[in-house]
């Protein structure tokens, strides 16, 4: 077999970090994503990097991504993209970790096990705008918000969506996914959207050809 291996230059990784910052209004408003061991690159060692940078906080496919985080001792809110089974709930909860919240099924099961455990369960919820792939549906979007701020033992931190074409400057689809996004947040009442401290939608591709996705109310609302 050929050897084969990866260089990492993490002076270029803080490069693009601070680039990133810019954008978006500061280090403390990114939330890295790391899935996929980090696309390869290492997922420990690139959440290491990121937390000693001061990032607000990670992402990752699925709960054992984030529990070898927590093991590796990365202390950062880690937010698990998949929905989850409500059989993961009290690991999501355990761990301190971060669900993306699709299902009321879920929210019960996080509810529970934050009752079981004494700690808070934590979740942003998740708005499919066009997507297709994960999420609460437009319609239904107001109704698990509600639920998910007012059930005992949950903190419901933020609500998020994710723009599906987001590649191409003169994309409609685009600009339809973050009317209807918009369009939520302003149907949210205003003592809920007080309470949500993330409210995001900007993927890398959006970061860098959708200005208006990095922009109140779809950027850090604190």
Same mark, same amino acid.
């Given at each position: 077999?050929?050897?084969?291996?990866?260089? @990492?230059?993490?002076? /270029?990784?803080?490069?693009?970090?601070?680039?990133? /910052?810019?954008? =978006?209004?500061?280090?403390?408003? =990114?939330?890295? #994503?790391?899935?996929?061991?980090?696309?390869?690159?290492?997922?420990?060692?690139?959440?290491? !990097?990121?937390?000693?940078?001061?990032?607000?906080? @990670?992402? &990752? #496919?699925?709960?054992?991504?984030?529990?070898? @985080?927590?093991?590796?001792? &990365?202390?950062? +809110?880690?937010?698990?993209?998949?929905?989850?089974?409500?059989?993961?709930? +009290?690991?999501? !909860?355990?761990?301190?970790?971060?669900?993306?919240?699709?299902?009321?099924?879920?929210?019960? %099961?996080?509810?529970?096990?934050?009752?079981?455990?004494?700690?808070?369960?934590?979740?942003? $919820?998740? $708005?499919?705008?066009?997507?297709?792939?994960?999420? =609460?549906?437009?319609?239904?979007?107001?109704?698990?918000?509600?639920? %998910?701020?007012?059930?005992?033992?949950?903190?419901?931190?933020?609500?998020?969506?994710?723009? /599906?074409?987001?590649?191409?400057?003169?994309?409609?689809?685009?600009?339809?996914?973050?009317?209807?996004?918009?369009?939520?947040?302003?149907?949210?009442?205003?003592? $809920?959207?007080?309470?949500?401290?993330? !409210?995001?939608?900007?993927?890398?591709?959006?970061?860098?050809?959708? +200005?208006?996705? =990095?922009?109140?109310?779809?950027?850090? !609302?604190?």
């Amino acid at each position: 077999m050929t050897p084969v291996w990866i260089e @990492l230059d993490l002076s /270029a990784l803080r490069h693009n970090l601070k680039w990133v /910052a810019g954008r =978006v209004g500061g280090i403390g408003r =990114v939330w890295a #994503v790391i899935k996929a061991n980090g696309y390869g690159h290492g997922a420990r060692e690139l959440g290491k !990097v990121f937390e000693r940078e001061g990032v607000a906080g @990670l992402a &990752v #496919v699925s709960l054992e991504e984030a529990v070898e @985080l927590r093991e590796a001792r &990365v202390r950062l +809110p880690i937010l698990v993209l998949n929905p989850g089974f409500p059989a993961e709930a +009290p690991w999501m !909860v355990r761990y301190g970790l971060v669900q993306s919240l699709s299902t009321p099924e879920m929210l019960y %099961a996080l509810s529970r096990a934050a009752h079981a455990q004494g700690r808070p369960a934590r979740v942003h $919820v998740k $708005v499919d705008t066009g997507m297709t792939r994960l999420g =609460v549906s437009v319609g239904r979007a107001l109704e698990l918000l509600d639920r %998910a701020t007012s059930l005992p033992g949950v903190e419901c931190q933020g609500i998020f969506s994710h723009l /599906a074409t987001a590649d191409g400057i003169q994309n409609r689809f685009a600009v339809e996914q973050l009317e209807r996004f918009r369009r939520i947040w302003g149907q949210i009442p205003s003592g $809920v959207r007080n309470r949500l401290e993330w !409210v995001h939608m900007a993927n890398s591709a959006a970061v860098a050809l959708w +200005p208006q996705a =990095v922009r109140k109310p779809f950027s850090g !609302v604190r």
